[in-house]
């Protein structure tokens, strides 16, 4: 047992050795490679090796800095989802039929290539046509993907990939399930769904009553009603100077307003509301005759007042306006 033992131990480095040794073909070994780790981890000498001519495959590397010291944030960004489409390509092309190899050179690892293709920035993705077979490209320069300012995806750069490859089989995305995604969703749901619940009792009253919508429909229509929108869209100032070291509260003309004439012509509208309301539900409601003709007398007198100053506002706005009431 001890000699055979020993003999095992003896002759592991030579099975490793074996097992690395190269089978002279390098998309061969490469894909191989791939197929336990995609995309492949390259340096410099292994990104010449895969690179260089002539080759009968396709090579796509990214070329990237995603140490944090190279303060690169778009490499960090879109090293996963590379990640995802080199693993999808593999997977389902697994006998290596469209003759691409997916690699990734970060520059800690290969400086010197950086610097033999003179790149600044990062990252790159470059595509490393074939040189020789039936798909040989004339020149053999390799294709540049242009990163955009926005996030790239793996779609993305799928869909770049399969206009400069070609013919043969294009493997889809197959993204990773996202288990947290799932736990975290199926936790809020089950946390609404209880909330509801234990809730219910004492929301529903209140998403009930008529009242509350009622007093909230009320001030969205005094508010779009008195031109809050028309603020928003042209940025209208809040108020201005009226030219003689005073405040001018209503711009001139029928088009133009500022913030605080907003404010003010919504309470009007809001007071003229309220008094409406009052007269035609309140004040019916009244059990006392004196009491009530009181109340119908003091909200008339409120809206009239409120109705003649509104229209004393249309006559500052505009001179040519016909129509005014007293007292102002």
Not at 29 to 47: C, E
Not at 294 to 317: E, H, N, P, Q
């Amino acid at each position: 047992m001890r000699f055979l033992r020993s003999l095992a131990l003896c002759l592991l480095p030579l099975t490793a050795l074996a097992a690395k040794k190269s089978t002279g073909d390098t998309f061969h070994d490469f894909h191989a490679r791939s197929l336990s780790s995609a995309p492949i981890k390259l340096n410099d000498a292994l990104f010449d090796e895969l690179t260089s001519t002539p080759r009968d495959y396709t090579t796509a590397v990214l070329l990237t800095a995603t140490e944090a010291r190279f303060g690169c944030q778009m490499c960090r960004e879109f090293q996963p989802e590379w990640d995802v489409l080199a693993k999808s390509w593999v997977k389902g092309d697994k006998a290596g039929e469209s003759r691409v190899i997916f690699g990734t050179l970060d520059f800690i690892d290969g400086r010197n290539s950086f610097a033999k293709l003179m790149l600044q920035t990062a990252p790159v993705l470059m595509l490393f046509p074939p040189t020789t077979g039936p798909d040989a490209k004339l020149d053999g320069q390799p294709l540049r993907y242009e990163f955009t300012s926005g996030p790239q995806t793996a779609e993305t750069v799928h869909r770049w990939l399969s206009r400069h490859l070609s013919e043969g089989p294009r493997p889809p995305i197959i993204r990773p399930i996202n288990y947290i995604r799932i736990i975290s969703l199926t936790t809020i749901v089950l946390g609404l769904i209880t909330l509801f619940s234990v809730a219910s009792p004492y929301v529903l009253p209140i998403v009930q009553n008529r009242n509350i919508w009622a007093a909230i429909s009320l001030i969205m229509v005094l508010l779009f009603t008195s031109g809050h929108m028309f603020n928003h869209i042209r940025k209208v100032p809040y108020i201005a100077g009226d030219g003689k070291g005073g405040i001018s509260y209503f711009a001139g003309g029928f088009s133009n307003q500022f913030g605080l004439e907003t404010q003010i012509i919504a309470a009007l509208y809001g007071i003229l509301s309220f008094a409406a309301i009052s007269l035609a539900l309140k004040a019916p409601r009244i059990a006392s005759a004196k009491t009530q003709q009181v109340a119908v007398i003091v909200w008339a007198i409120i809206m009239l007042g409120a109705y003649s100053f509104l229209l004393s506002i249309f006559r500052t706005k505009n001179a040519g306006y016909p129509f005014w009431l007293p007292p102002f």
